[in-house]
């Protein structure tokens, strides 16, 4: 089978799921904070493209693996994991101004809107572990940008010049 043939089906219902998450958490938030964090729902274990090892932002809600949630609520971020959750601000901030459901909608039909907003987080991250005197695993996003993870926005060998590229800029 092809690696970048999608099932119709299982797109839909993620599609499906994804829009009825948007909605229930703009409307029925328990958080008081503009920006409620919180764990990975276990049943995303049943879908395919909300990865449950990786962070994942639906506005207002960012949702973490389990281990990184258990590190946020004792305060124990790695500077790594620091890195992640600014990431995942950037795409709050960007999907408050953009719109929620414009911004998902674009997301997930757009390859390069979605190459844009990753790529726009993407920099925030670098420059702050940049500046803590730590590496960007160029390798490891390379891969998750040419997997279901993010609806295989771009090749592997072109995510890993485009981040080479962003890596040296920021350092330099």
Not at 108 to 131: P, T, V
Request: a neutral charge.
């Amino acid at each position: 089978m092809n690696k970048n043939y999608i099932n119709p089906i299982k797109l839909i219902i993620a599609i499906f799921v994804i829009v009825v998450l948007v909605i229930v958490k703009i409307f029925v938030s328990s958080c008081r904070e503009s920006v409620c964090i919180k764990p990975i729902p276990s049943f995303w274990n049943y879908t395919i493209f909300l990865d449950t090892k990786t962070a994942t932002t639906i506005y207002p809600n960012i949702y973490l693996p389990e281990e990184m949630y258990s590190h946020y609520i004792s305060g124990e971020l790695s500077i790594t994991e620091s890195s992640v959750l600014l990431h995942e601000r950037t795409h709050i901030e960007r999907q408050g101004s953009y719109g929620p459901i414009k911004w998902l909608f674009n997301y997930i039909f757009s390859r390069k809107f979605r190459l844009n907003e990753e790529l726009f987080a993407i920099r925030k991250q670098m420059e702050f572990l940049a500046l803590n005197g730590e590496d960007y695993d160029i390798n490891k996003k390379a891969s998750q940008f040419s997997s279901p993870t993010y609806l295989w926005v771009t090749t592997k060998e072109k995510a890993e010049k485009l981040l080479t590229q962003m890596w040296d800029d920021v350092v330099d």
